[in-house]
T-cell receptor, first 112, second 116 residues
Framework: DAKTTQPTSMDCAEGRAANLPCNHS???????VYWYRQIHSQGPQYIIH???NNETNEMASLIITEDRKSSTLILPHATLRDTAVYYC?????????????FGTGTLLAVQP | GAGVSQSPSNKVTEKGKDVELRCDPI?????LYWYRQSLGQGLEFLIY????????KSGLPSDRFSAERTGGSVSTLTIQRTQQEDSAVYLC??????????????FGSGTQLSVL
């Protein structure tokens, strides 16, 4: 599975949009981009995933560049409860291995 | 239950003792994962079960670690002769594993293992 690169930490003001970038320049054509987050002392929580089209759900939006080498997770109106570590993961479905490998992620701190 | 259930939530043991950690996945989920997370660290993959296929054990750190999944449902992670470096939160996750849209992992709250 392709490796991802994320900033170690980011700050965001409450009520503003939080834009979390992820680079995955070695992504293959059959690899999806998944985002999870982990709030302190809890298990990770699925947020969203996509292949090449932009995706939106009740939690967030995922913008994938046309060359698929990077993506951005957008939380449109960040709240204090969105403070968490956000993981960007690239994974091929149905590949030789199906394990999901978490990197170090981005610690998003939402400030009041 | 609606979610992944893990027990116990906390386990304190003495160095050298064996421990068993239990995971009840979401009903109908065919894939089950074990991860561990040491204090302040990221998630470390341990083992993955998918249906009746041979498990992917590539993440198990030593032969003191083993896991089984009986009847395609409940899983037990066993750590023999525990060491202090085994202290961590052990997380279990499950997924439907049918199509990319269903490869969302649902995590339990974890078992906090402390080896004294």
């Amino acid at each position: 599975d392709a490796k991802t690169t994320q900033p170690t930490s980011m700050d965001c003001a409450e009520g503003r949009a939080a834009n979390l970038p992820c680079n995955h320049s070695t992504i293959s054509g059959n690899e999806y981009v998944y985002w999870y987050r982990q709030i302190h002392s809890q298990g990770p929580q699925y947020i969203i995933h996509g292949l090449k089209n932009n995706e939106t759900n009740e939690m967030a939006s995922l913008i994938i560049t046309e060359d698929r080498k990077s993506s951005t997770l957008i939380l449109p109106h960040a709240t204090l409860r969105d403070t968490a570590v956000y993981y960007c993961i690239v994974r091929a479905y149905g590949g030789a291995t199906n394990k999901l490998i978490f990197g170090t992620g981005t610690l998003l701190a939402v400030q009041p | 239950g609606a979610g992944v259930s893990q027990s116990p939530s906390n386990k304190v043991t003495e160095k050298g003792k064996d421990v068993e950690l239990r995971c009840d996945p979401i009903s109908g989920h065919t894939a089950l994962y074990w991860y561990r997370q040491s204090l302040g660290q990221g998630l470390e993959f341990l083992i993955y079960f998918q249906g009746n296929s041979a498990p992917d054990k590539s993440g198990l750190p030593s032969d003191r670690f083993s896991a089984e999944r009986t009847g395609g449902s409940v899983s037990t992670l066993t750590i023999q002769r525990t060491q202090q470096e085994d202290s961590a939160v052990y997380l279990c996750a499950s997924s439907l594993a049918r199509g990319a849209d269903n490869e969302k992992l649902f995590f339990g709250s974890g078992t906090q293992l402390s080896v004294l």
